[in-house]
Structures are given as C-alpha cells and as structure tokens.
C-alpha cells in the first residue's frame, strides 16, 4: 500500500474537498499525565503536502470508496491510486506531527472501503491508540460515514469531541442525481438521528455539523436552505458548510462548465444568510422572503441588505434601538453593536457617523438605516437602488 509518506500525501490531498473549522470543545480533562488539550486549538501550525496551512491533520483513513458520487474524486470508478491507512500508522503519523508542534488536533474522514463497518472499525482503532495508547487528549474532529450502524456511531461519539456527516445535497431527489449507490433516507438522515440522541445524552460536547455541495444538480438556494432549516430543527446541527461544486478530473462531471466566480459567490451568500439566520435570528420566512421567483438568493446585492430593505422598523436611532435590532442594521455586527451598547452603560452618546466608524461600523451601508444625534439619511431604496 505504499510508504506511510506517500499515504500522508495522497490522503491528505484527498481530504481537502471536505470542509471544517477547527473549533474549541467544552470537554473537561484532567490529571497531568497527558497530551493534548482540546481547548487549546486555536494555534495553528499545520501544513499540507501542497503548502496550505491548516491547524488540524486533515485526512482520509481510505481513499478506497464504494459509491459512485459522480462529483467526487473517491468515487468508486475512478482509477486513481488508492491506498488506506493501518489504524497504527495513522496514530503514529499525527503524534509525529503533533510532538513537534505541527498540528493541535486531528480532522479524520474517509471514503468507504468495502462497508461502512469494515471502515469505521479501523477508524475506531486508530482513535483508541491516540486516546488509550498515547493518552492524546486533544481536539478530534471525526466525520461519520455513510450507512455507520448505531453502535458504531456511539463508539465514534465517545472518542471525539466533535463529528460531522455530510448531507452533500438537499434531499434524496438530487442525491439520486448523482449517486446511485447511496440511499439518503437509511445511509444520511439515519446517522444523523443517531447522533442527535446520543448527543441528547451527553455524548460530544461540541456537537455535529454537515455539509453542502453547491452546484451540481441545479439545486436551488431555497432547497438548501429548506434543508438547512429542517437540520437546525430536528438535530440541533451546530452549524451548515457549503462547497461550491468544482469539476475535478478523473470523475464523470469533469467537463461540466462551471463559473468559479458565481459558485464562489453563491457559496459565500449562502453563509452569510445561515449567519444570518443561526447567529442574529432572523426568521426563515424572511430569508426566504428575498429569494427570486426561482429560488435563488440574488447576487447583486448583499443579503443582509435585502432584508434590510424589505423590514418597515428603519430608520433606527441608533442612541435608542435595542442590540438586537442594531444587529439587522447593515455594516453593524455583534462587535460593534456591543461597543454602542457599552457606550449607552457609561451614559455616552453617539454624536456623528465618525463615531459609529471608530466602533467598527461600516457607515457606508449603515448610514441609510440610522438616525444619528436626530439626523438621518434619506431615500433608503434609492441610495441601494
């Protein structure tokens, strides 16, 4: 199968089509014969074969997979070479790394190597020896596979600190779109249930989290973000990913022609409007609200603004409004939303648009939707128009 190096660069490429943010875990640790602390992960050391600095090892235990996603490099038909980690070179590979200061915590995914169980059993191993045999007590960050039975599942969960399953696509319609093999009912929705109630009981402190591919069926932002919903409502998701779809070679959507320019804009309006919606509560109804009659969120306009155009509470005096209310203004965010309602604590008013500037607000978007020491500026729709 390969020297453990070239194992480290194949796999390590392969595991950068899936996304992740190293975030710190609530787990409590003790005693002092120990390594690793999983809140303390904000550093980061970490690189890639190919330069990137990451702050976690990143990697597949298997680039060997089963099914047949038409967008993914690990599909079952590609021909590239698959090569698989024995669970003890991958514990040894991350405490090299980690000994010497080069990575804080481990991202582990996979492909599916003959079965889900056949896969996470090795994967499970692999997580024993770093927190049994190593005693690493560090950050770990693992992704559960398609169609993992429950057992295993909960096996997984008392490992890490946090895991992850990927719906890739809004729902079993599109999915069929692109894999034939995988059934999003029992291999997706399934998994994701099992996880939600071993989080129920106390299992991974940090939660699950999952991802989107955008763009590879002609999915609309409206079923996206439907699904998204449905996954903050009935799994208590942590938070949403997305991936705008880029034709790889090797797979059968290799030649699909594709504007990196307007995927990469979907994808980052896409977050904006899940920020929108998990972070400043905005309901769904009203993100929903400024999609076109195609089910799209409109490119050339910044979705907080749309919003912000369609609510009947501005102008706001900004000496008088709540912070919640702050937080739906354009160019205002929680940190400079705070700093207006510290300043009203210590009797302290804002005079002019300079001082809304030096507490990090953006006045060239907030302006139109403030009053300011009784000033305002007027014709908001024409001033964004």
Known sequence: MGSLERKIEILGDASKFDVCASMASPRDVSGTRRVGNPDKIGICHAFAPDGRCISLFKVLMTNHCIYDCKYCVNNSGNAKTKVMFEPVELARAFMGLYVRNYVEGLFLSSGVWRSATDTVERMIEALMLLRNKYN???????????????????????????????????????????????????????????????????????????QFVIGTTGESDYEIVERLHWEYTNFDLKRGYFSAFTPIKGTPLENTKVSEKRSRKRENFLYRVDWLYRRYNYKIDGIFSIMDDNGMIPSNIDPKVSLALKDDIFPLDVNETSYNELLRVPGIGETSARRIINLRKVNKKIQHYNDLQRLGVVIKRAKSFLIVNGRRQSRIKEFFG
């Open 136 to 210: 690493f007590q560090g950050y770990m960050h693992i992704k559960v596979l398609p169609g993992t039975n429950k057992e295993h599942i909960k096996q997984l969960m008392e490992l890490a600190d946090r895991v992850s399953l990927n719906v890739e696509l809004p729902s079993a319609s599109r999915l069929s779109e692109v894999s034939s093999t995988k059934n999003y009912e029992t291999d997706i929705i399934k998994c994701q249930k099992f996880i939600h109630n071993f989080i129920k009981e106390g299992l991974v402190p940090a939660g699950q989290t999952t």
